[in-house]
């Protein structure tokens, strides 16, 4: 019997991995323009990083983690988000004792027990950064605007960053009792989830997709934390926002924008694009390394999925990357004793950075020049054994037809040459 892929797995072939490529390679460019470092964290981590740094309540903690006992007995939890681990490394190495502030993001496999659906896979990628050693609101502005930047780079049309602020320790329990007290008359009419979530962490309800629960919300007068900022939150916001609207980055504010994540303090967005949704999400915990055992540090960062990022590509028309040639020259063998010769030439153009591959299943030379049409070789080097006892090639140019016979010494600038010539 056939075994399968597990569900909510994909298989990346070759024929798509070009679309991959050119989002990663954007990815890589446009955070070294930012000047971001690249950090790679272990793919599996101690359960309890996650529970305390993603936060208990939320649907990834409670619903949707891989976690699975080791056979030492230990907890572990296959990483469903970047925050987290990055953290735990940036403590763990005691990175908040170099100079200057800590600008980092990744690229990797996550892992959620979901749903699987179109866009949605329970291994999928995302990548993110995370910004360390600044409370200034410069930096939320200069993240969201790298966010939307990215996007726009990968080719996305009509990014929007929706923006909302979620306050502090001084304003968010000031904003938890006047939301208790809208709420606790009427709680046995909200729904299971949003009960639990009227105890632990209410700013949440504001999340519900439920419509009763947002009815309520409204019925009641719960007030939203835009509404209940303290001084400095609201001046770091509208310095944020002074901030994006001189750098024309496309916003809006949405008082009812919350994030499933626990940690955030102060600025929180998520990316939306018209007629599809959202695609990441980010913000700022300044709460969040003290947490995890290091010493007090702001932070603020995003992550972004990047299967949705193809979807959208797919449904906006796309500008689906044209198919790259992946070789350049075919070696055809003309006779079996030239064989080795073959390799011999393989190598010389492989270690002048020329993409070269021959046949290996002893085909005609014929079906050889149909398999390097096929394979998209711009070049045919023929070797036989006469060519072999003189140390010579012929180089036959699959577009024109034209052929030469060469010292194999000339080959690689031959090759070159026309390579120069065809682009
Ligand atoms: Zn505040
Ligand atoms: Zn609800």
Sequence with gaps: ???????????????????????????????????????????????????????????IVEKEMYTFEDRGGRS?????????????????????????IAKLFYLGPMFRYEKPQKGRERQFHQYG??????????????????????LQEVGVQGATAVLNSVGCPVCRPRHREQMLARLLPVKDQLCSDCQ?????????????????CQRLLVEAGAPTILESLCADCEAHFAAVRRYLEALGVPYRTDAHLVRGLDYYTRTAWEIKVEGFGTLGGGGRYNALVRELGGPETPGVGFGTGMERILLVLAEQGGTSPAVRRDLDVYVAVADEQADVYAMQVLKTLREA??????????RSVKAQFKAADREGARLAVVVGSSEQAEQQVTVKDLVSGE???????????????LEEASV
Excluded at 83 to 91: D, E, H, L, M, S
Excluded at 196 to 212: G, S, T, Y
């Design 129 to 150: 950064c995370e910004v360390l050693g600044s409370d200034s609101p410069a930096l939320d502005a200069e993240v969201v605007a790298l966010h939307v930047y990215q």
């Design 196 to 212: 639990n979530r009227l105890e632990r962490n209410p700013l949440r309800i504001f999340d519900c997709k439920n419509e009763r």
């Design 353 to 362: 950075g020329v993409r070269a591959d021959r046949d290996y299943q002893g």
């Design 76 to 100: 572990l939890t296959l990483r469903p988000e970047g925050t987290a681990g990055v953290i735990r490394a940036y403590v763990e190495n005691k990175l908040y004792g170099q100079p200057g």
């Design 1 to 59: 019997m056939l075994v399968q892929r597990p569900r909510g797995t994909s298989d990346i072939l070759p024929a798509t991995i070009g679309a991959w490529r050119q989002i990663e390679d954007v990815v890589r460019r446009t955070f070294a323009e930012y000047h971001y470092a690249e950090i790679r964290t272990p793919m599996f981590e101690h359960t309890e990083l996650f529970a305390r740094g993603v936060g208990e309540t939320t649907d």
């Design 403 to 417: 052929q030469s016979t060469i010292p194999l010494s000339e080959l690689v600038a031959a090759v070159q040459k």
